[in-house]
């Protein structure tokens, strides 16, 4: 063992490699020859005919089997160029979902803003017409009391606080539904990668 491997290294080596010390040795054969076993290396067939023409023998196999594993890369190529083809047609298909559901929750939290922003200017409008016009009796009231009743621009102030308000909430309810859709467009297309993956 040298010093750069550990003796879990080796370990791992000896697993996996369990069969390798079989397979490195030259096959036997087992013979029984008069009530004895005689163990005999196996010879390969004895070659026929001149070196040169067992070489181009030799050639020809080699060039065959070439060819087939040419073919066997040409056919998975095309089996992974469809497969991802079929994909970026089924990913660019989900992002236009995506981006048809991002303008269409863009103009509903428009209208939803307009509707909002209306309701309170109609609120501000009633409490700055009820301050505006202070009857006898509200004129007749103690200072204290009557500093106690808003003033038009303290509503004004208060409704423009809520008017930042609503658009702070509607900023993060946008961007939560952004980000939602996002992260399922990105999930969607790591299942279809590891769908292409398996196969």
Request: glycine share 4%; aromatic share 4%; with cysteine.
């Amino acid at each position: 063992m040298s010093l750069s491997e550990t003796p879990k290294d080796s370990s791992c080596k000896d697993v996996d490699n369990l069969y390798m010390n079989e397979l490195r040795m030259h096959p036997k054969e087992l013979l029984l020859v008069d009530g004895e076993l005689q163990i005999k290396d196996v010879q390969g067939p004895k070659g026929e005919g001149s070196l040169e023409d067992r070489m181009k023998k030799l050639e020809q196999e080699v060039f065959n089997y070439k060819k087939m594993a040419e073919r066997e890369v040409d056919i998975f190529h095309k089996i992974v160029s469809k497969l991802i083809d079929a994909h970026e047609k089924e990913t660019a298909k989900l992002w236009g979902d995506i981006l048809s559901l991002h303008d269409t929750t863009n103009k509903l939290q428009a209208q939803l803003y307009d509707v909002q922003i209306k309701t309170v200017r109609s609120k501000s409008k009633s409490h700055s017409r009820l301050a505006g016009r202070r009857t006898p009796r509200e004129k007749e009231l103690p200072a204290e009391i009557r500093q106690e009743i808003p003033s038009r621009r303290e509503i004004d102030a208060i409704v423009i606080a809520i008017e930042l308000d609503i658009i702070s909430i509607t900023t993060i309810i946008i961007s939560i539904i952004i980000t939602a859709v996002s992260t399922a467009a990105h999930r969607h297309r790591c299942n279809n990668l590891g769908l292409i993956l398996i196969v």
